[in-house]
């Protein structure tokens, strides 16, 4: 049966910002967006992004009136403290409309203080183990996001990642509840982005495309939305991350990355992000590079039970092509994925986080990463259904193939 067939016997809500503005110079219209929705505004972002941008946005606020409150104690996957923070200071100043600053981490900082404003209980509370899916009530205050990388798509998302640093594990948050009013897309707030972090958050973007597209829930909406991020990711992040400076890259990056944030939101994320925050906590590395280091794999794993769909990532990748047959495409998927990866160097910027651990301490904590896995809920979206021995297998084939420093891919 068809996604198209099933589309028509049932409905669907599609989620996205309300308002979208996209160009060099966007940032220059958050005043205006604030000022329709509140007088005094909480500024989310880290210390770095601020001291780079934050002049620019301040201006603008300030020149519709609109008064801001600063918090730049933002870490990169946000902590439940970094949310806590920001909330107390938003109570403390009578702060009525939430700007953020930055890419992720600070979105989901300020998507963390808008379900606090506007709901009672603990962020924790929120989280889908413990509230499921659309589990916050109540809809946050006015939030706008102006967004500096491209991306994690986090602002045309109902998703809020929460690191829980007592537990070493990360938490996830869904509701359609949390997406914001405004998202700002100027890619002159991009330059700045250090190449590493451009292919981290591009590769993000590019996993959050291919697991919405093969993901159990897609339809033709979201999966519109994710073969044109897919196009856009893969002929402009080579470019970006190569000459940073590049505005029109760097526009289709935000683009694209965008489409990416709006396929997933509406359909859903599989076994990569499953196994990526539990890897991410586990050696405190970005999200996107946690992605970038599973995705080939689970590619692989995956191929068999979606050959259409996965067909379609490889010729898009430029690994089949169009006249391929599906199987024989789908299986060279993986292979279109490992060069983007390995044209970007990522595995080699394994070492900024410092050491990896030892196999066998590495084995010594696969069962708890797998099973933090299996309950995030999103192997259950996967086109082939794993087994939890089947995770276990694919976190050491990942070890042995891309983590361990004498065997790691180098491009």
């Known amino acids: 049966m068809s996604h198209d067939t099933v589309l028509s016997r049932e409905t669907r809500t599609v989620v996205s910002p309300s308002n979208v503005v996209v160009g060099a110079g966007a940032v220059e219209e958050v005043g205006d967006y604030a000022s329709l929705h509140g007088t005094t505004a909480l500024l989310v972002a880290t210390e770095q992004i601020f001291d780079v941008h934050g ?9 519709r009136g609109v008064e801001t409150v600063v918090y730049t104690d933002v870490r990169p996957d946000p902590t439940v403290e970094n949310i806590e923070g920001a909330y107390e200071l938003w109570g403390e100043r009578d702060c009525d409309v939430i700007v953020t600053l930055g890419g992720g981490s600070s979105i989901d900082t300020g998507k963390g203080v808008g379900i606090l404003a506007g709901n009672d209980g603990e962020i924790r509370d929120f989280g889908v183990d413990r509230a499921g899916y659309e589990g916050v009530p109540n809809p946050t ?3 706008l996001a102006v967004n500096t990388t491209a991306g994690t798509g986090s602002e045309a998302t109902r998703s809020v990642v929460v690191s829980d640093e007592s537990t070493s594990t990360k938490f996830l948050i869904v509701s359609k509840n949390v997406v914001p009013d405004v998202a700002i897309e100027d890619p002159e707030l991009t330059v700045s982005l250090p190449r590493s972090h451009t292919a981290f958050t591009g590769i993000d973007a590019l996993t959050h495309a291919i697991e919405a597209y093969v993901s159990e829930h897609s339809y033709g909406i979201p999966d519109g939305y994710a073969v044109e991020a897919m196009r856009r990711i893969a002929r402009s992040l080579p470019v970006a991350w190569a000459d940073g400076e590049n505005l029109d890259a760097r526009a289709d990056m935000l683009v694209g990355q965008l489409q990416a944030g709006q396929a997933f939101t509406n ?7 499953g196994l990526a925050r539990p890897l991410g906590a586990q050696l405190h590395i970005p999200h996107g590079l946690a992605n970038a280091l599973i ?5 692989d794993f995956s191929a068999m039970a979606a050959p259409e769909k996965y067909a379609t990532v490889a010729r ?15 299986d060279r998927a993986a292979d279109g994925i490992l060069r983007l990866c390995d044209d970007l160097d990522l595995t080699g910027y394994l070492d900024d986080f410092g050491e990896v651990p030892a196999r066998e301490d590495y084995l010594d904590v696969i069962d708890e990463m797998t099973q933090d896995a299996i309950d995030s809920g999103s192997p259950a979206n996967n086109p082939r259904k794993p087994t939890a021995d089947e995770i276990r297998d694919l976190y050491i084939e990942i070890y042995d193939d891309a983590l361990a420093p004498d065997s790691r891919r180098r491009s």
């Open 316 to 330: 898009t990748l430029g690994a089949a092509d169009e006249d391929d047959d599906p199987r024989a495409a789908a």
């Open 295 to 299: 995705l080939p794999y689970v590619t």
């Open 55 to 63: 002049d620019a946005v301040l201006e603008a606020l300030d020149a």
């Open 267 to 273: 359909s859903s994320v599989a076994l990569v992000h």
């Open 141 to 143: 205050p006015p939030l």
